[in-house]
């Protein structure tokens, strides 16, 4: 196979990933939204009830302990929460990469923009009007020194 063929194929796989990354990145939003909309204080407390209870119904002698209940639910959480952390982390990483591309293409763009800038006539640029200066309003002022 030609190395401009393996190019390709390449590129196409990158851009099913991005797409496959953004469907999966808004699944996921939705799903913690429904999570988190499907627990109710009513459901919370009627979930830890029953957890109570069967804790202490299925409890042997020895072998499965209340503390040792609560540890296996701090790890699972745990578990959990690293699990979001790492796929935030891969987000901001993709965003990352994405935002890097946007700005090579800019480059590349305004790269090939300066030769033909160059050789348009200086006169198309002295006939453009010069923009009216003003004070900037007060919500104006207030986003250009937050933004520095």
């Known amino acids: 196979m030609k190395f401009g063929a ?13 797409v496959r990354m953004a469907e999966t990145q808004d699944n996921w939003t939705v799903l913690s939204q429904v999570w ?3 627990w109710s204080p009513l459901r ?3 979930v830890g009830l029953a957890g109570g209870f069967l804790a202490g119904k299925l409890e042997l002698p020895g072998k499965v302990n209340g503390a040792r209940w609560l540890q296996m639910i701090g790890s699972v959480s745990n578990l959990f929460a690293s699990g979001q952390a790492a796929f935030a982390a891969a987000m901001a990483a993709h ?3 994405t935002a890097d591309e946007a700005a090579d293409q800019a480059d590349e763009a305004a790269e090939q923009m300066a030769p033909q800038a160059a050789a348009r006539p200086a006169r198309r640029a002295a006939a453009t009007p010069e923009p009216e200066l003003r004070e900037p309003q ?3 002022a207030a986003t250009d020194v937050s933004e520095r």
Not at 6 to 18: F, G, I, T
């Open 138 to 140: 007060p919500a104006e």
């Open 95 to 97: 965003a990352a990469d």
């Open 6 to 18: 393996l190019q390709r194929r390449v590129k196409r796989c990158e851009q099913v990933m991005a």
């Open 44 to 46: 919370i407390i009627t």
């Open 36 to 38: 988190r909309q499907g």
